[in-house]
């Protein structure tokens, strides 16, 4: 059982930044970051291999986000600069338990979720 806890969510101006947080509760492979605005289906955002050197990222993010990894810690980031309105959402963290290499960016790929942080990006 893994459990994964999400912070770092909040309300910002178009142009600011937002960190978030993931911290496993357990072990855990490849990690990844989805998001969900309201009317809208669940969408990848970003993914990480377990040793941190394999990432992936959505097309509307790509040079604004970065994914990170603590291993140490065992807790993943999600940086994310330049925000737009278009961003605001629920984001979401999961966790693969037998990916390792290639992160997955479908969501089915991934055995465990966190609750979800609202990121809200006022215009």
């Known amino acids: 059982q893994v459990q994964l806890v999400e912070s770092g969510g909040g309300l910002v101006q178009a142009g600011g930044s937002l960190r978030l947080s993931c911290a496993a509760l357990g072990r855990t492979y490849a990690m990844g970051w989805f998001r969900q605005a309201p009317g809208k289906e669940r969408e990848f955002v970003a993914a990480?291999?377990?040793?941190?050197?394999?990432?992936r990222y959505a097309d509307s993010v790509k040079g604004r986000f970065t994914i990170s990894r603590d291993n140490a810690k065992n807790t993943v980031y999600l940086q994310m600069n330049s925000l737009e309105p278009e961003d605001t959402a629920v984001y979401y963290c999961?966790?693969?338990?037998?990916?390792?290499?290639?992160?997955?960016?479908?969501?089915?790929?991934?055995?465990?979720w966190g609750q979800g942080t609202q990121v809200t990006v006022s215009s």
């Open positions: 999961a966790a693969s338990l037998y990916i390792d290499v290639i992160p997955p960016t479908l969501d089915r790929s991934y055995d465990y």
């Open positions: 990480i291999s377990r040793s941190g050197g394999n990432t």
